[in-house]
């Protein structure tokens, strides 16, 4: 299984972006899929996950009502939507799927990562 992570850039504060994460191999469907990011100096943090239907998604506190997660089965896909973006959302983004199809917030439950995407926000 791999990961590619894309659409990260540089983007004013309040500006948007939209991070998509394809991947390879025929099970995608059954992973739950994870965002984490990562700013320089500090440790890898959960942003978000949803579960391999869909159905269930969850937030860490500072993107909840700015940040939405989806994902398109039959494109093998997971998108990140990012919206009123602030300087403090700077980072490196991986995503990362986790066999156990329900979905967590710890990175360690996560079997396979991509190779990140920077998100620069200027304030």
């Known amino acids: 299984v791999q990961l590619q992570a894309s659409g990260g850039g540089l983007v004013q504060a309040g500006g948007s972006l939209r991070l998509s994460c394809a991947v390879s191999g025929r099970t995608f469907s059954s992973y739950a899929m994870g965002w984490f990011r990562q700013a320089p100096g500090k440790e890898r943090e959960f942003v978000s996950f949803?579960?391999?239907?869909?159905?269930?998604?969850s937030y860490v506190d500072s993107v909840k009502g700015r940040f939405t997660i989806s994902r398109d089965n039959p494109k093998n896909t997971v998108y990140l939507q990012m919206n009123s973006l602030k300087p403090e959302d700077t980072a490196v983004y991986y995503c990362?799927?986790?066999?156990?199809?329900?979905?967590?917030?710890?990175?360690?439950?996560?079997?396979?990562w991509g190779q990140g995407t920077q998100v620069t926000v200027s304030s």
């Open positions: 949803i579960s391999w239907t869909g159905g269930t998604t």
């Open positions: 990362a799927a986790a066999r156990t199809g329900c979905g967590t917030v710890r990175a360690a439950n996560y079997d396979y």
